[in-house]
């Protein structure tokens, strides 16, 4: 493959999952899999501009949280039930949070800490001691940078990377969007600058760096290579949502990072090229950064949960954004509905009523006393890829059937319209393409925080 070039062919598709032949994930995509919901934190100087996107000429010293505070933002995002934790490193608008060598555009050239500051040192080390995993959100379009557009700009962007890579420990994810140029400051050219976004980036040039860098880390893109964006911001993947894809350009043809077909990548490809898992963002509130006419209109715990169960229950990750505000804390708002949200995972997942229960050669659980659950959890092995085509589930002893489902993988939630009581419950798979390897099978009830 022309290395300046990503043509996602089926010969990259091989060179990109290292081999030809059935997808199956990765050593580093199985451990993604078990966080299952983890934080998003937008914060830089649109938190002080009241803005989603900057222009890219704000005065640094617009970045002065009063009362920052990495501990207590971890600390909430855990009480919530996030593994782990993104934070946007660098936006659209150039301002990085961390004292790169690159630019003068970064917490350096702030009032704030007295110009010794580093946002990424202080969220990274919480995190560390709080037991979450790390991940950095670095913009591919700097709105700032008069560079950007030329070929010297992919070094200064790779350096960027190097540094968020090499100086914070460990990084489960590295994030990448598909932000592909337009109006910005650029140095003083105020100006329009178009890339050619097929290749102007280089990205499996970028992605064998991270390789390098931090082989643990999955990256996550439009397209992958690890994970890929499930096609909306709502956090919602497909009702059939296979973690196997051939992704195809938004107009047919090639894929390219910010040119996929949305629909392809919320449903996935059964037997597709490779496994790159379906990643589903959304935010606490209507926008992705802190605003202050949006503190009454943060998602409520049952929001957030029918959510949960339309990712990680279908098979995919739940990546929800809990934007800092002006003092450098998560408004409380936020953390009373993430908070709530997080109990309600913990108890409605307490307790399995059908735990230790072997089902019969027919796919039976014979319960010991009647059961009654709203919420059915079903797992497969997916250390052996996706198995299962499409299952019902039934109760006895008339066998009726209750609930259906396609794509099974890590998790497949199916939420019951209500709750229903019975002591002999059949899973019986009606297609697969081979012996089904079921990990779990779960009755549980949802319950209020």
Known sequence: MDRRKFVLSSAAAATLSGAPGPALPSARQLRWHALETYAFLHFTVNTFTDKEWGYG????????????????????????????????????????????????????????????????????DAARR????????????????????TPAYIDVYRAQLRELLTGYGPIFEVWHDGANG?????????????IDKRNYYDWPGTW??????????????????????????????????????????????????????TKINNAGTRDGERWVPAECDVS?????????????????????????????????????????????????????????????????????????????PEGEYRLKTPATF???????????GHRIDSLVVETGPDWKEIAQATSIGNCRLIRLPQPLTADRIRLRVTKSSAPPAITEFGLYTVTQA
């Open 284 to 360: 606490i509130r209507p926008g992705w950064f802190w605003h202050e006419a949006e503190n009454a209109k943060v998602k409520t715990p049952e929001a957030l949960f029918d959510i949960y169960t339309k990712s990680v229950g279908r098979g995919g990750s739940f990546l929800l954004n809990i934007p800092p505000d002006r003092r450098g804390l998560l408004h409380e708002n936020d953390i009373a509905s993430l908070r709530r949200f997080g109990q309600m995972i913990a108890r409605t997942f307490a307790r399995n009523q059908a735990a230790g229960i072997k089902p019969t």
């Open 208 to 261: 064998d760096l991270v390789r390098k860098l931090q082989p643990n880390a999955v990256i996550f893109s439009d397209l992958g290579p690890d994970v890929r964006w499930v096609g909306n911001e709502k956090g919602i993947a497909g009702e059939t949502c296979w973690s196997t894809i051939t992704p195809r350009g938004e107009k047919g043809g090639e894929p390219g990072v910010g040119d996929v077909d």
């Open 57 to 124: 000429d704000e005065d640094p010293n617009l970045f002065a949280p009063s009362a920052f505070d990495s501990t207590a933002i971890v600390e909430a995002l855990k009480a919530g039930g996030m593994k782990a934790v993104i934070l946007t490193c660098k936006h659209h608008d150039g301002f990085c949070l961390w004292p790169t060598k690159t630019t003068t555009h970064s917490v350096k050239s702030t009032k704030w800490r007295d110009g010794k500051g580093d946002a990424v040192r202080e969220i990274a």
């Open 182 to 194: 337009g109006d910005g400051f650029y140095g003083g050219a105020r100006e329009k600058r178009r």
């Open 374 to 384: 709203d919420l059915i959890r079903i797992r497969e092995d997916i250390r052996l």
């Open 130 to 149: 709080a037991g979450l995993g790390f991940g950095v959100y670095l913009s591919p379009w700097d709105r700032n940078h008069a560079a950007y557009g």
